[in-house]
C-alpha cells in the first residue's frame, strides 16, 4: 500500500479502520439476539483479533519501504515538530473516566471499568516493551534503538478501545471521537520524525489487541459481558449507509506523465491512499468527500542529448522522486443493496488538485568522486481543477465494517512546471532552463477500502 508523497496520508487512512473492527457483536448477542450459529466474522475471536491482525500484517507489508516513505514527510514537513502527541494518546481514557464521573452510564461501572482498564494497559506495556527491547529498530531521527513498534500509539488505540468498549454501544460517535483522537497521536509520530510507518501501524494493532484481551479476562472474572448491558440505551444503525473509510489502491495514468520532454524517463504504476466518507439522507442518495494523495514514480536512465548520449552520464546513478498530487474533492452518491451484505455505490466529484514537486538527481557510481549528488531537473504539476467518477462493491462483515473493493477515474490538466539545471543538461538550443507544458494527468486507481458505517 497519501499527505502528498508516498504512503504518509495513509497513517491516517490505516488507523481510522480500527473504529468499526470493535463492533461488540458478541455482548449484543446475549441481549438482542437468540441463540443461534453466528457468522464467522461475528465470532469472538474475530472480534478480539481481526482489526489487530490487519494493522500487524500492513506494518510487515510495508517493512521493507519504511525508509522511501519516511522521505514523503522529509519533502513536504520536514520541520514539523509539535508535541500534542504526548497528551493526546490519554484523552480518551481521561473523557471515559469523565463520562463515569459524571454519571454517563456505559457498559460497566466505575470499578469494574478500572480494573479492564488496567488489565488492558499491563498487557499493552509488556507487549510493547518486550518488542521494543527485542527488535533494538533505531528510530529515524537516529536518537535511540527503541523504535519498533510506537508506544505511544499503542496507548492511544489502547485507549481509543477503551472508550468505544464503554461506550461505543451507546452512541458511535464516542467511538468515532476515539478512534480520531488515537490517528492523530500516530500521525504526530510519524511527522514528528519518531517513528517509522511500520512503527505507527504496529503499535495500533497492538494497542486495540490489548484492551480486547484486558476485556477478555476481567470478563472471565465477572463471569457476564457487562454490568449494564439489560439496561443500556444501545443506538442501533440506521437504514442508511453513511460511512467513513480508508482506502488504498493501485494507480495507473493513462500516459507518461513526463512524454513531452525530449529525456529518456517514463512514470510507472502509482498508488493512491486517502480517507473517503458520505452522510446519506436515505438508504439510496448520500452527499460526501474524499481526501487523498496519488504518487507516481518516475524512472531514467539516461537523460537524453541531442547527437549521442553523453559519455559523461556512463558512471552515475539517476535518483528520481515521484510525481504527485494531493486531492480534495465532494459529490454526490447513490447506494444499491443487492443482497443482504451485499451493497455498491457510486459517485461523482468535483475538486481540486495540489501538485507536489519531485526532481531527477545524479550521483556518480565511482567512490568519493568529487561533486557528490547534484539536481538535474524538477518538475512540477500545478494546482488545479478535477473530475471524478467510479463505482465501489462491499461485503459487510458485520453492522459495523465492511471491505469494500473500488474503481475510480480522475481527470484532470495541470500545467507541468519542467526546470532544467543548464549547467549539466544539454537540451539544445529550443530550449530554456524553465519549460511549461500542459499535460492531462488522468489515471484510473483500482484498490480496496474498510469501511466503517455509522
Given at each position: 500500500?497519501?499527505?502528498?508523497?508516498?504512503?504518509?496520508?495513509?497513517?491516517?487512512?490505516?488507523?481510522?479502520?480500527?473504529?468499526?473492527?470493535?463492533?461488540?457483536?458478541?455482548?449484543?448477542?446475549?441481549?438482542?439476539?437468540?441463540?443461534?450459529?453466528?457468522?464467522?466474522?461475528?465470532?469472538q475471536a474475530m472480534e478480539i483479533g481481526f482489526a489487530p491482525a490487519l494493522f500487524l500484517a500492513a506494518s510487515a507489508a510495508t517493512w521493507g519501504e519504511k525508509k522511501s516513505i519516511r522521505e514523503v514527510r522529509n519533502r513536504y514537513l520536514p520541520g514539523f515538530k509539535h508535541t500534542f502527541d504526548n497528551y493526546a494518546q490519554y484523552l480518551p481514557a481521561a473523557t471515559t473516566f469523565g463520562l463515569k464521573f459524571a454519571g454517563v452510564k456505559g457498559r460497566n461501572k466505575l470499578l469494574r471499568s478500572a480494573f479492564s482498564y488496567g488489565a488492558s494497559v499491563a498487557i499493552m506495556g509488556v507487549l510493547v516493551n518486550g518488542i521494543k527491547y527485542t527488535a533494538k529498530v533505531e528510530r529515524p531521527d537516529g536518537t535511540a534503538k527503541n523504535s519498533f513498534p510506537s508506544g505511544h500509539t499503542a496507548m492511544a488505540f489502547a485507549n481509543a478501545t477503551f472508550m468505544?468498549?464503554?461506550?461505543?454501544?451507546?452512541?458511535?460517535?464516542?467511538?468515532?471521537a476515539g478512534y480520531g483522537t488515537a490517528t492523530f497521536t500516530g500521525i504526530a509520530r510519524g511527522l514528528n520524525n519518531r517513528h517509522w510507518f511500520p512503527d505507527i501501524l504496529a503499535g495500533a494493532g497492538i494497542g486495540i489487541l490489548s484492551t480486547q484481551l484486558g476485556y477478555f479476562f476481567i470478563d472471565r472474572i465477572y463471569k457476564n459481558k457487562g454490568d449494564n448491558l439489560n439496561s443500556l440505551p444501545y443506538k442501533r444503525g440506521g437504514a442508511s449507509p453513511s460511512f467513513l473509510a480508508i482506502k488504498w489502491g493501485y494507480a495507473n495514468a493513462t500516459h507518461n506523465l513526463v512524454k513531452n520532454l525530449e529525456i529518456n524517463a517514463s512514470s510507472k504504476l502509482g498508488f493512491e491512499a486517502g480517507l473517503e466518507g458520505a452522510w446519506f439522507m436515505n438508504k439510496n442518495w448520500g452527499i460526501g468527500g474524499d481526501l487523498s494523495f496519488v504518487s507516481f514514480p518516475i524512472t531514467a536512465s539516461q537523460l537524453y542529448t541531442p547527437g549521442a548520449e553523453d559519455p559523461a552520464y556512463r558512471n552515475v546513478e539517476f535518483l528520481t522522486q515521484s510525481i504527485g498530487a494531493g486531492n480534495i474533492s465532494v459529490g454526490p452518491y447513490y447506494a444499491l443493496h443487492i443482497a443482504d451484505r451485499w451493497q455498491m455505490m457510486f459517485k461523482a466529484h468535483y475538486?481540486?488538485?495540489?501538485?507536489?514537486?519531485?526532481?531527477?538527481?545524479?550521483?556518480?557510481?565511482?567512490?568519493?568522486?568529487?561533486?557528490?549528488?547534484q539536481e538535474l531537473a524538477a518538475y512540477r504539476p500545478s494546482n488545479t481543477s478535477r473530475v471524478s467518477t467510479g463505482g465501489a462493491l462491499t461485503y459487510k462483515l458485520n453492522s459495523r465494517l465492511g471491505a469494500t473493493g473500488y474503481a475510480d477515474y480522475h481527470y484532470s490538466n495541470p500545467v507541468f512546471n519542467y526546470t532544467f539545471n543548464e549547467k549539466i543538461v544539454n537540451m539544445g538550443p529550443e530550449f530554456s532552463g524553465r519549460v511549461l507544458m500542459r499535460n492531462n494527468m488522468d489515471y484510473v486507481a483500482l484498490g480496496v477500502r474498510l469501511t466503517a458505517y455509522f
Open positions: 500500500m497519501s499527505l502528498f508523497g508516498k504512503h504518509v496520508f495513509v497513517i491516517l487512512a490505516c488507523l481510522y479502520c480500527a473504529v468499526s473492527a470493535k463492533a461488540q457483536r458478541e455482548m449484543l448477542d446475549s441481549v438482542f439476539r437468540s441463540p443461534e450459529r453466528k457468522p464467522f466474522f461475528e465470532k468505544h468498549k464503554e461506550y461505543g454501544l451507546v452512541n458511535p460517535s464516542y467511538s468515532i475538486g481540486y488538485s495540489f501538485g507536489s514537486r519531485g526532481t531527477i538527481s545524479v550521483r556518480s557510481k565511482i567512490q568519493n568522486a568529487p561533486g557528490g549528488q
